[in-house]
């Protein structure tokens, strides 16, 4: 309770004006402390060291991040974004600087995605203990930004139990809509398939995240040793983001499954870059920058999914039970 009413005061109203930048820059803080104190509660961690970062932002970090961004080719096209406050909170004031930073970078004809999923660790166990969503108060723990930006008036989120994104630009709607239609998180129905058919680019701040493995993975399910979904369908309470109750029916991951998904990153990045080229077309391979410590790469999700497919055949990605 005490989160979402100091976030009323940083959050854009639907009507209203933009929130006080200077109360915003005060209230941030406090925010910060109780949401990671919430989310580690709830993991049953003794951690709460959240004071970790004691340097404040840079000058010039948002004209530096910016420079960088925008040179990696970014504009007018779908950008899914996985970050960390913790990395970036050097460089900015405050999260709605991040987030109107992105949505510069994105423009006005781009589409800005970001994961909002409401659990840690396996999907399926998830769905074991929470067989609930509300899409407009379940939080996010995707990572602080992510939380700040679902709440904003003008983003979209998907509605489905494990997997939800939020977008905000031309093709919000058309990305977002359908998910509960899905009956595993990744099918036709999915956002995650929508972007790879929209050429989408993922963006990672700080982070090494790459949530298209699954979407790779659902690709190749067939050609697997093993079922990569569960053997169990959860019947989920869902409330959309008008407040509609219905259920739907759907499956989490396998959780007794694992796989060396890293080799596909760790090739796109520098593992026989001539093959790449050759395979991918020029110009397709992950592009990385630094700013300040800040680690910002770009990857192609469809290069991306055709590296998965082909490590899988070559025998360099694995997949083992646990």
Known sequence: LVISLLSLLCKRGRNGPAANPSIACLVQPV??????????????????????????????????????????????????VHSSWDALGGLLDS?????????????????????????????????????????????????????????????????????????????????????????????????FRRMYESDAVVLTLGVRNMTFRHLADHFIRHDLPHDIYSDRVT???IIDCDGVESQMETRGHNPFITCNHEVVLDRMQGGGLGALRRILGRGALTQRRDVSGLRVARIPVRPYVAMYRRCYRNGTLAFRRK
């Open 31 to 80: 925010i910060l402390v109780l949401y990671r104190m919430r989310i580690l509660r709830e993991a049953g961690s003794r951690d709460f060291d959240v004071f970790s970062r004691s340097t404040g932002p840079m000058s010039d970090g948002p004209k530096a991040l910016r420079a960088v961004i925008q040179r990696l080719d970014v504009r007018d096209r779908v950008v899914f």
């Open 235 to 237: 019947r989920v309470r």
């Open 95 to 191: 999260w709605t600087q991040a987030i109107d930073l992105l949505r510069e970078s994105v423009g006005s004809r781009g589409t800005l995605v970001m994961p909002t999923y409401p659990m840690r660790g396996l999907s399926q166990r998830h769905l074991d203990q929470h067989p609930f969503f509300d899409c407009r108060h379940t939080p996010s723990r995707a990572g602080l930004l992510t939380e700040v930006f679902r709440r904003m008036s003008d983003v979209h989120r998907s509605v489905h139990p494990t997997h939800p994104v939020a977008a905000s630009g031309s093709r919000a709607v058309e990305l977002t809509e359908g998910h509960e239609r899905s009956s595993t998180p990744f099918d036709g129905n999915s956002p």
